[in-house]
T-cell receptor, first 115, second 116 residues
């Protein structure tokens, strides 16, 4: 089975500072990777996804992620944090389990934005 | 286009009871997946339905079951509830196209189940 590891269950940044949320994947085949965000009392919302078309993927709300095969990483970044970015972020990998598609999530990173 | 809807949003049950949760996918989506989210275990995959057939199943006991109707709406049922079943249950829909590894799953707001 494939998996993703999110380093840092909690990350705090000041408003206006760089946001960096880390995700490393474990995969023996080219992975399909996703970043989702979850606001309190809500479901998950897709930020961006890597489908092998381009290594730098731009998403919504100013977020982007770079796929680095040599580092098996897919870290999420945003140049300038906003208070509204405070939420929990999940990295996920999509792969075939038998003949069915499986989406496996990381443990999540809670982002706090300090004024 | 309306998003994924889940009913009810909140539910309180006691141990030993059973519960049914409902999910209405985005129009045109044929795949519905269910996840359990808890602080300790995170997001765990329960099962996926596509065209009324269970296509994939996670590692949960048989007390957890589901079904999908011809209009793609899905229900999940948990029988003989245990305290540990308290969780946020999320439903996600997608097009479900064959080999859809890059298919985006769209999530509903979840049903918060509390077992007393």
């Amino acid at each position: 089975a494939q998996s993703v590891t999110q380093l840092g269950s909690h990350v705090s940044v000041s408003e206006g500072a760089l946001v960096l949320l880390r995700c490393n994947y474990s995969s023996s085949v080219p992975p399909y990777l996703f970043w989702y965000v979850q606001y309190p009392n809500q479901g998950l919302q897709l930020l961006l996804k890597y489908t092998s078309a381009a290594t730098l993927v731009k998403g919504i709300n100013g977020f982007e992620a770079e796929f680095k095969k040599s580092e098996t990483s897919f870290h999420l970044t945003k140049p300038s944090a906003h208070m509204s970015d405070a939420a929990e972020y999940f990295c996920a990998v999509s792969y075939l389990s038998g003949s069915a598609r499986q989406l496996t999530f990381g443990s999540g990173t809670q982002l706090t934005v300090l004024p | 286009k309306a998003g994924v809807t889940q009913t009810p949003r909140y539910l309180i049950k006691t141990r030993g009871q059973q519960v049914t949760l409902s999910c209405s996918p985005i129009s045109g989506h044929r795949s519905v997946s269910w996840y359990q989210q808890t602080p300790g275990q995170g997001l765990q995959f329960l099962f996926e339905y596509f065209s009324e057939t269970q296509r994939n199943k996670g590692n949960f006991p048989g007390r957890f079951s589901g079904r999908q109707f011809s209009n793609s709406r899905s229900e999940m049922n948990v029988s003989t509830l245990e305290l540990g079943d308290s969780a946020l249950y999320l439903c996600a829909s997608s097009l479900g196209t064959s080999g859809g590894l890059t298919d985006t799953q769209y999530f509903g707001p979840g049903t918060r189940l509390t077992v007393l």
